[in-house]
């Protein structure tokens, strides 16, 4: 089982620019805690010493998430990063954890349901009402 390449990991890391990410962050699989014939992916890894784990997020079907790079230096900024090109485009990632990632409140994990909620607001195809709505 091959993991997925994107990682949101609990961290702010102070550095922009090319990494070795696959030689340094080994991740290896772990049984699902939650449902043992679950078809979510779960991962354990270690970031600066501290141990952490993670689960694959798929983007609901339809959806892709993109990647777009900063500039870096050297290149012309002059009218702002080029962010006409995407880098890369997934359509899964990993959410990482120091203890666990709670799939009942990361925001990252419950991406269906805000998209469902989006969706819903802006939707055409609401009955047409003459008065006030009402509960």
């Given at each position: 089982?091959?993991?997925?390449?994107?990682?949101?990991?609990?961290?702010?890391?102070?550095?922009?620019?090319?990494?070795?990410?696959?030689?340094?962050?080994?991740?290896?699989?772990?049984?699902?805690?939650?449902?043992?014939?679950?078809?979510?992916?779960?991962?354990?890894?270690?970031?600066?010493?501290?141990?952490?784990?993670?689960?694959?997020?798929?983007?609901?079907?339809?959806?892709?998430?993109?990647?777009?790079?900063?500039?870096?230096?050297?290149?012309?900024?002059?009218?702002?990063?080029?962010?006409?090109?995407?880098?890369?485009?997934?359509?899964?990632?990993?959410?990482?954890?120091?203890?666990?990632v709670d799939p009942v409140t990361h925001p990252a994990?419950?991406?269906?349901?805000?998209?469902?909620?989006?969706?819903?607001?802006?939707?055409?195809?609401?009955?047409?009402?003459?008065?006030?709505?009402?509960?």
């Open positions: 089982m091959s993991h997925p390449r994107i990682h949101l990991l609990p961290c702010r890391i102070g550095y922009s620019g090319p990494a070795k990410v696959d030689q340094y962050f080994v991740v290896t699989p772990r049984p699902s805690t939650d449902h043992p014939a679950s078809s979510t992916a779960e991962w354990e890894s270690s970031f600066r010493g501290r141990a952490l784990r993670g689960r694959t997020v798929q983007l609901p079907p339809g959806y892709k998430g993109t990647v777009y790079a900063h500039p870096t230096e050297g290149d012309d900024t002059s009218s702002g990063p080029d962010l006409s090109r995407p880098t890369r485009i997934f359509e899964e990632f990993v959410v990482w954890g120091h203890d666990q994990i419950n991406l269906s349901r805000w998209i469902e909620v989006a969706e819903a607001l802006h939707n055409d195809d609401f009955p047409d009402t003459d008065g006030p709505l009402t509960r």
